[in-house]
């Protein structure tokens, strides 16, 4: 079945960096998107952005821009994301999410998530 | 950016209770409305994809209903598995944003 495998969690500094992997498997991983989501403690669900695995082109919220990339390695089946210039802020739980299309090309929602990365911004 | 709200943020039930989670979009969104469940500690589930349509394995006591800028999720028999959080989420445009969620705890 489809899965989606996420690095361990992580402990870093503000103004460090962060890069989080999720590896895919059960299915084409160049013929869907994978999505990013943050969940800070006790919050709800803040989008981050895409990253195709097939052309590597991106798409990132706004809030992001500049300081955050994802990219991909295909011959592992990975994606990964890399946030800069961490505050406390961006404590939260990070998921990986491969968007489900139908045949018509329709986005219908992301499925399945990966499990989540705790990242802890904290000096 | 499209804003979702939900009403209510917190509901206690009963085992057995029908229950109705209403999401309202701040524009029509047409039918690109989908229902994921977290579980603490979990990360989130699609329930249900295109305001209507349940993914697969999805138990059938879940159904959604709506159009335009107004959805409803409803369980028509809380089982102790559905005890938890609750959350819309639009695909119409850019950016995705999520309702702020339903939390569903034990009476």
């Known amino acids: 079945q489809v899965h989606l495998v996420q690095s361990g969690a992580e402990v870093t500094k503000p103004g460090a960096s962060v890069k989080v992997s999720c590896k895919a498997s059960?299915?084409?991983?160049?013929?869907?998107?994978i999505h990013w989501v943050r969940q800070a403690p006790g919050q709800g669900l803040e989008w981050v952005g895409w990253v195709n695995p097939s052309s590597g082109d991106t798409n990132y919220a706004q809030k992001f821009q500049g300081r955050v990339s994802m990219t991909k390695k295909t011959s592992i089946n990975t994606a990964y994301m890399e946030l800069s210039r961490l505050t406390s802020d961006d404590t939260a739980v990070y998921y990986c999410?491969?968007?489900?299309?139908?045949?018509?090309?329709?986005?219908?929602?992301?499925?399945?998530w990966g499990q989540g990365t705790l990242v802890t911004v904290s000096s | 950016d499209i804003q979702l709200t939900q009403s209510p943020s917190f509901l206690s039930a009963s085992v057995g209770d029908r229950v109705t989670i209403t999401c309202r979009a701040s524009q029509d969104i047409t039918t690109y409305l989908v229902w994921n469940q977290q579980k603490p500690g979990k990360a989130p589930k699609l329930l249900i994809y295109a305001a209507s349509t349940l993914q697969s394995g999805v138990p059938s006591r879940f159904s959604g209903s709506g159009s335009g800028t107004e959805f409803t999720l409803t369980i028509s028999s809380l089982q102790p598995e559905d005890f938890a959080t609750y959350y819309c989420q639009q695909l119409y445009s850019y950016p995705p944003t999520f309702g702020p969620g339903t939390k569903v705890d034990i009476k």
């Open positions: 059960g299915y084409t991983f160049t013929g869907y998107y």
């Open positions: 999410a491969r968007e489900d299309v139908s045949t018509l090309g329709v986005v219908l929602g992301f499925d399945p």
